[in-house]
């Protein structure tokens, strides 16, 4: 942890979402933790996860946690990451985490 703030890596994976720059700006805003934001854009599937996984095992020792956000994902608050690191930091046997997400034409909780 840096000077009491988490370092986060986000990956978020886009593939033309109409969504994507709103999930860009809130990860742009959130407080309380240093975030290095990776962008891949316009792959497949596979390569993209290729990339992300690529990419996390190269740099992981920069960094106390990794979430990866989808493109059409917009993040419900400024401080959703700082809280979601405090959870796995309160709790050492937690080695993942799976959020509700809402769903616009459901308007309900849905697996994220």
């Known amino acids: 942890m840096l000077s009491g703030k988490f370092k986060v890596l986000v990956i978020t994976l886009s593939h033309n979402e109409s969504e994507f720059k ?27 996860h290729k990339m992300l996984f690529k990419y996390w095992n190269k740099n992981k020792n920069k960094y106390d946690f990794m979430i990866k956000i989808d493109a059409d994902t917009i993040l419900i608050n400024k401080n959703i990451i700082h809280k979601i690191c405090q959870k796995f930091s309160e709790n050492s046997e937690v080695t993942g985490m799976q959020i509700g997400l809402k769903d616009y034409f459901t308007d309900s909780l849905i697996a994220g």
């Open 22 to 48: 709103e999930c860009c700006d809130i990860i742009k805003k959130q407080k309380f933790v240093k975030v290095t934001h990776y962008i891949i854009k316009n792959k497949t599937e596979i390569n993209a």
